[in-house]
Nanobody, 121 residues
Framework: VQLQASGGGSVQSGGSLRLSCASSGRIFSSHVMGWFRQAAGKEREFVAAIRWGTGRAYYSDSVKGRFLISRGTAENTVYLQLDKLKPDDTAIYYC???????????????WGQGTQVTVSS
């Protein structure tokens, strides 16, 4: 299974982006798809996750109310809508597939290359 993240770019503070993460293989209802980000010199941190079977979503406090995770089950793709972006959101965004909900990147697999999001003030 390979995960390919796309949709990143450079925007000004307050702007929006929509990230996509396409899976080369089927995502099953037992899986959890997670978005994480890693800023330069920092650890990879949890952003959002979604249970594939139910669609229930989870967010970090830093993005709650600004980001929205969703899924396209037919196309095995998970999305992340980023609104009201701040300079602190600047990072490489990665998606991973997990077998259960976890806020640790160590519990996810099949990381792709990620997609860069840069927010200028």
């Amino acid at each position: 299974v390979q995960l390919q993240a796309s949709g990143g770019g450079s925007v000004q503070s307050g702007g929006s982006l929509r990230l996509s993460c396409a899976s080369s293989g089927r995502i099953f209802s037992s899986h959890v798809m997670g978005w994480f980000r890693q800023a330069a010199g920092k650890e990879r941190e949890f952003v959002a996750a979604i249970r594939w079977g139910t669609g229930r979503a989870y967010y970090s406090d830093s993005v709650k109310g600004r980001f929205l995770i969703s899924r396209g089950t037919a196309e095995n793709t998970v999305y992340l809508q980023l609104d009201k972006l701040k300079p602190d959101d600047t990072a490489i965004y990665y998606c991973g597939r997990g077998n259960g909900l976890s806020y640790s990147h160590k519990e996810y697999r099949h990381w792709g290359q990620g997609t860069q999001v840069t927010v200028s003030s």
